[in-house]
């Protein structure tokens, strides 16, 4: 059985950089806690890779649920990670000091779950559509599942704008689709279908039910946090959910992506993933 390619660990040493430029004061609290999980993880996996990701064979045949729980916050090698951080790290900022932190703790853990039913779900489903079984040995690892769902919040909660994907500019609203279609055609190594569950995750979450039973079971802890959550950096300021804040998002987003849009990241991600037969990478 391979052993994951870690090579020199520069994704990590990048990602630690590209946390100290956007200082560890100014990053909300799920979203550093998240970040450090990850690295943790990366660097003291529970274990080996082909024991944690997700698929229908391993999943829901062998009854190995923990599966779900793991493979979301372990990764294929370095560069896997740093990118998924990376774009992490400016969806934390936005969504966590919008949402608030108890609010946005829930999303993560629901998500990081959701996205894996719904990738077996969708996997289950092509395996009987195609009559083919090699649906359900499709196993992912990795958390850009749950930064598509991330994105469709954010394209949620930030309407409007375009952006540019291969040059070509595209209304915010459908940018995580063209995405979609694009990283699976230039990188087939990655996970259509996991990338695919995240959006529809998301699309739960905005458009169907998935907020208000994700409410009505957090109840008061959830309403509580968005309406007050404070948060400080380390200028010293507090906010509250306010236009001062969205205009420091907006002047200081090179911070958290070294300079790069999250469409550049994402094609960069795709020059550099990790590729291996067998195995889709989140």
């Given at each position: 059985?391979?052993?994951?390619?870690?090579?020199?660990?520069?994704?990590?040493?990048?990602?630690?950089?590209?946390?100290?430029?956007?200082?560890?004061?100014?990053?909300?609290p799920v979203t550093?806690?998240?970040?450090?999980?990850?690295?943790?993880?990366?660097?003291?996996?529970?274990?080996?890779?082909?024991?944690?990701?997700?698929?229908?064979?391993?999943?829901?045949?062998?009854?190995?649920?923990?599966?779900?729980?793991?493979?979301?916050?372990?990764?294929?090698?370095?560069?896997?990670?740093?990118?998924?951080?990376?774009?992490?790290?400016?969806?934390?900022?936005?969504?966590?000091?919008?949402?608030?932190?108890?609010?946005?703790?829930?999303?993560?853990?629901?998500?990081?779950?959701?996205?894996?039913?719904?990738?077996?779900?969708?996997?289950?489903?092509?395996?009987?559509?195609?009559?083919?079984?090699?649906?359900?040995?499709?196993?992912?690892?990795?958390?850009?599942?749950?930064?598509?769902?991330?994105?469709?919040?954010?394209?949620?909660?930030?309407?409007?704008?375009?952006?540019?994907?291969?040059?070509?500019?595209?209304?915010?609203?459908?940018?995580?689709?063209?995405?979609?279609?694009?990283?699976?055609?230039?990188?087939?190594?990655?996970?259509f279908v996991g990338?695919?569950?995240?959006?529809?995750?998301?699309?739960?979450?905005?458009?169907?039910?998935?907020?208000?039973?994700m409410e009505a079971?957090?109840?008061?802890?959830?309403?509580?946090?968005?309406?007050?959550?404070?948060?400080?950096?380390?200028?010293?300021?507090?906010?509250?959910?306010?236009?001062?804040?969205?205009?420091?998002?907006?002047?200081?987003?090179?911070?958290?992506?070294?300079?790069?849009?999250?469409?550049?990241?994402?094609?960069?991600?795709?020059?550099?993933?990790?590729?291996?037969?067998?195995?889709?990478?989140?």
């Amino acid at each position: 059985m391979q052993r994951r390619a870690r090579g020199s660990n520069l994704g990590l040493v990048l990602l630690l950089s590209q946390i100290y430029q956007a200082g560890f004061n100014n990053i909300p609290p799920v979203t550093l806690a998240t970040l450090g999980l990850n690295v943790f993880l990366f660097l003291k996996p529970l274990k080996h890779l082909m024991k944690v990701c997700i698929s229908v064979n391993e999943s829901y045949y062998r009854q190995d649920w923990q599966r779900l729980l793991l493979s979301p916050f372990h990764h294929a090698d370095d560069l896997h990670l740093y990118f998924n951080m990376v774009s992490m790290l400016w969806k934390g900022i936005k969504l966590e000091r919008e949402l608030g932190s108890a609010q946005f703790a829930c999303i993560i853990a629901v998500f990081s779950q959701l996205v894996g039913i719904m990738y077996l779900l969708l996997e289950m489903v092509l395996t009987e559509i195609n009559d083919d079984h090699s649906y359900s040995m499709q196993c992912a690892v990795g958390f850009s599942g749950v930064l598509f769902a991330l994105k469709v919040l954010n394209n949620h909660y930030h309407p409007g704008g375009t952006s540019y994907v291969m040059g070509i500019a595209v209304s915010n609203r459908y940018t995580c689709w063209v995405e979609l279609v694009l990283i699976h055609v230039l990188s087939p190594g990655t996970s259509f279908v996991g990338h695919l569950s995240g959006i529809l995750v998301g699309l739960l979450y905005t458009k169907g039910p998935l907020k208000k039973i994700m409410e009505a079971s957090g109840g008061v802890l959830l309403h509580g946090s968005s309406s007050g959550q404070t948060f400080y950096n380390n200028a010293g300021y507090s906010d509250h959910r306010n236009h001062h804040y969205r205009q420091n998002t907006q002047r200081d987003f090179s911070l958290y992506t070294g300079g790069l849009s999250e469409e550049e990241q994402y094609q960069r991600a795709i020059r550099n993933s990790f590729h291996e037969r067998g195995r889709r990478w989140n």
